[in-house]
């Protein structure tokens, strides 16, 4: 089964937000490197996914400020194509869904930026689509977050609930090896 890779939203736009830390980047950029690097070698097609929001003018999610670019740390790679997306989901007002399929795609693996937003609501959308779905957890970024009680989840019990409501249902958890493994 033809696979691609999405690449959600690996962006330098997110270092402006007031919740960036730096906490979980190094093991991310160590994950997700990987994880481009062996679909590369293996001929699995890179898409890079990038977030685009022009509210407000100048924000870091508008193409004025130039940081619709990949995140710092992120090894070069060759995308497939490109998708710009205006939505959560890399599917919903975009052409991702009929590119894919015009190659073949039939199974895609997701990771990114942020894990319970972007990657979850693409993984969500894309198995509704019909592609089977391999989310990698351990190569998504998220950050902690105030509940609506003004208690803290922390990013790690954040993947863990993403993780929990994908398996099985909409989504195949896997490391990043065994993504590679599944992919042809």
């Avoid at 508008?62 to 992120?74: A, Q």
């Avoid at 790679?77 to 205006?86: E, G, P, V």
């Avoid at 351990?138 to 977050?145: C, G, N, Q």
């Amino acid at each position: 089964m033809q696979t691609a890779l999405l690449l959600i939203d690996v962006q330098q736009s997110f270092r402006q937000r007031t919740y960036w830390t730096d906490a979980d980047v190094p093991a991310f950029l160590q994950r997700i490197n990987a994880l481009v690097a062996g679909a590369v070698e293996r001929g699995v097609p890179v898409v890079r996914v990038f977030h685009v929001d022009d509210e407000p003018a100048g924000g870091p999610f508008s193409l004025s400020s130039g940081l619709i670019r990949p995140l710092d740390g992120l090894a070069p790679y060759d995308a497939a194509f490109t998708i710009t997306k205006h939505r959560h989901s890399a599917l919903a007002g975009t052409d991702l869904a009929i590119r894919l399929r015009e190659r073949g795609i039939r199974r895609v693996i997701v990771a990114g930026i942020r894990t319970e937003q972007c990657c979850e609501t693409t993984t969500r959308h894309a198995s509704d689509e019909g592609f089977e779905v391999d989310f990698v957890t351990e190569a998504t970024l998220t950050w902690d977050m105030t509940t609506p009680t003004g208690s803290t989840l922390s990013a790690a019990l954040i993947r863990e609930r993403t993780a929990t409501v994908l398996a099985g249902r909409f989504a195949t958890l896997c490391t990043v090896e065994e993504a590679l493994r599944r992919a042809p």
